[in-house]
């Protein structure tokens, strides 16, 4: 009996640290997948700022011409 309920503690524990480790890797990949969204948003932004730079640049040199 008491070789049976060291046996399922042992199991239990077992179960518990799986559990964890599993939680852990959900996790990180949260975190990768959030980090990857942030890098491609800043992509994103610096691309459109790069395009607006850009044509506020042409109507400058425009305005310098007329």
Do not use: C, P, W
Request: glycine share 4%; no cysteine.
């Amino acid at each position: 009996m008491a070789d049976e309920a060291i046996h399922n503690y042992h199991n239990a524990e077992e179960q518990e640290v799986e559990a964890i480790q599993a939680r852990d890797q959900r996790i990180e990949r949260m975190e990768q997948t959030v980090e990857q969204r942030l890098e491609q948003r800043l992509d994103q932004r610096f691309e459109q700022l790069r395009v607006m730079l850009s044509v506020l640049g042409l109507h400058a040199g425009q305005n310098a011409e007329d």
